[in-house]
T-cell receptor, first 113, second 114 residues
């Protein structure tokens, strides 16, 4: 069935270093891959997304890469700051139905001062 | 523009009871989708409604149901509550289908089943 696996489940990095979160998806025809950030006690918010016709997308310190052949996509955060501490969720939309979206299990990112 | 509003924010029920949660989407958004969030399980898709029609459903038992009204407001209902139903229930609204663009989430309804 449709599945999105996300790793690692927890990640601790030194402030200023980079963080990478990886996801794999099962439906090879998936075509939309968003990333959501959820700060403690807050609602999830979209931070970046990528569509299957693009291999990489950047927005300031955040970038997402997509490898359709391997069915992998990754979130890269450079020059991490304390406000980057949050839970990050990747997601994929099965091609069979864009009215459904499958989320990964989340990565808790902690930034050490 | 007002954001997505969910009520109630917190509720406590006992096993066997039923609960109804409400979600008011952003004005102009016709798609409302619901998610269950539990520690370690992430966000699990429950169902999606568009123009009062359920277009998709996740892998949840029939005790979980929902509906959407003509003003796009949506409700979800859980009957015969079980301890494992304790979770944060999030709804999200969007202009189009959830798998095509940004979801705008509400703050959630935290359900505790005793």
């Amino acid at each position: 069935g449709e599945n999105v696996e996300q790793h690692p489940s927890t990640l601790s990095v030194q402030e200023g270093d980079s963080a990478v979160i990886k996801c794999t998806y099962s439906d090879s025809a998936s075509n939309y891959f968003p990333w959501y950030k959820q700060e403690l006690g807050k609602r999830p918010q979209l931070i970046i997304d990528i569509r299957s016709n693009v291999g990489e997308k950047k927005d300031q310190r955040i970038a997402v890469t997509l490898n359709k052949t391997a069915k992998h996509f990754s979130l890269h955060i450079t020059e991490t700051q304390p406000e980057d501490s949050a839970v990050y969720f990747c997601a994929a939309s099965p091609y069979s139905s864009a009215s459904k979206i499958i989320f990964g299990s989340g990565t808790r990112l902690s930034i050490r001062p | 523009k007002a954001g997505v509003t969910q009520t109630p924010r917190y509720l406590i029920k006992t096993r066997g009871q039923q609960v109804t949660l409400s979600c008011s989407p952003i004005s102009g958004h016709r798609s409302v989708s619901w998610y269950q969030q539990t520690p370690g399980q992430g966000l699990q898709f429950l169902f999606e409604y568009f123009s009062e029609t359920q277009r998709n459903k996740g892998n949840f038992p029939g005790r979980f149901s929902g509906r959407q009204f003509s003003n796009s407001r949506s409700e979800m209902n859980v009957s015969t509550l079980e301890l494992g139903d304790s979770a944060l229930y999030l709804c999200a609204s969007s202009l189009e289908r959830p798998g095509t663009g940004e979801l705008f989430f509400g703050e959630g309804s935290r359900l505790t089943v005793l």
